[in-house]
């Protein structure tokens, strides 16, 4: 079934969770697709997960159109979410909007994620009015990570923890059909899913969002770097493929492959006139 803004408002009000993992490349995103995920997210994490830079912030605009047009293309049911990178709406309202709409008419994102809370409520405005869906982003966002002085749990303290609920509010006002709670106190995310008609959906934010998202990579332990504390691994899947490169190289070193059936024929008439 297609799944679209209106199954995650539905959802929550039907009490049913959802499920929402990254991709950014065609394969992944039908594998994923055809598991019945609720939501694709085309996060800007592509730039640490796939291009291997230290953090977000080098992510562009054409970096995530490129992405998203081939997880589009791999996606029949799922709802594909596309990240706008930094700088492509923090500069005005104009740019926030054109950019939102690069994703949606280039690449084919059915609604976009920014992160930020009462700071970016102008641009949600303005894209909505667009009519083009915005799911928010608050808590640990990683587009701040300068301003936070790494990747740190945000929201501990109270008046972080009130900014926190505030900016949750202000989202729903400017008409977010989503937020994604990263990286808080998982008794906070209950609070602020509790005090808003839209699903939230977390990441290291405990088990009382309306639904929870990973990077793939993270949960299938593809990913060489430091795993946070909230990613669980369902399958080791690096551990697999390293173990089927190894054998290939072996295999390439033994003349084991390729064998006969991966070979193709020619008639020996013909092979004949070639001595
Ligand atoms: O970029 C990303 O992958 C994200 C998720 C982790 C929420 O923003």
């Known amino acids: 079934m297609k799944n679209s803004v209106s199954t995650f408002l539905s959802a929550k009000k039907q009490g049913n969770k959802l499920s929402m993992l990254t991709a950014y490349d065609y394969s992944m995103a039908k594998l994923i697709d055809d598991s019945g995920i609720n939501g694709i997210l085309v996060g800007d994490s592509l730039g640490m997960v796939c291009l291997g830079y230290k953090d977000t912030l080098s992510v ?3 970096d995530m159109i490129h992405h998203t047009k081939a997880v589009t293309r791999g996606t ?18 104009y740019d926030a909007v054109k950019n939102a709409g690069r994703l949606v008419q280039e690449a084919g994102a059915q609604a976009i994620k920014l992160e930020g809370g009462a700071t970016v409520c102008e641009q949600v405005a303005a894209i909505v009015k667009a009519q083009i869906p915005v799911m928010g ?6 587009q701040s990570v300068n301003m936070f002085g790494g990747f740190k749990v945000q929201g501990k303290g109270e008046i972080a923890a009130k900014q926190i609920i505030e900016d949750a509010k202000k989202l729903e006002a400017a008409g977010v059909f989503a937020i994604v709670l990263e990286g808080i106190p998982y008794k906070l995310a209950e609070l602020i899913t509790k005090s808003v ?3 939230t ?3 290291g934010a405990g088990p009382s969002c309306d639904g929870q998202i990973l990077v793939y990579q993270d949960m299938v332990d593809i990913y060489p770097g430091k795993k946070p ?10 551990e697999i493929m390293t173990g089927a490169f190894k054998a290939y190289i072996e295999e390439i070193e033994h003349g084991t492959f390729p ?12 092979l004949n006139k070639l001595y």
């Open 76 to 93: 029949q049911n799922a709802l594909v979410v596309a990240d706008m990178p930094f700088m492509s709406y923090q500069t005005s309202v």
């Open 60 to 62: 562009t605009m054409e």
């Open 137 to 142: 982003h608050i808590g640990l966002t990683p």
């Open 197 to 199: 008609s839209v699903p």
């Open 259 to 270: 064998a006969k059936e991966h070979c193709f024929e020619i008639d020996d008439e013909v």
């Open 201 to 203: 959906i977390g990441i």
């Open 229 to 238: 504390k909230f990613v669980k691994t369902y399958a080791n899947v690096g």
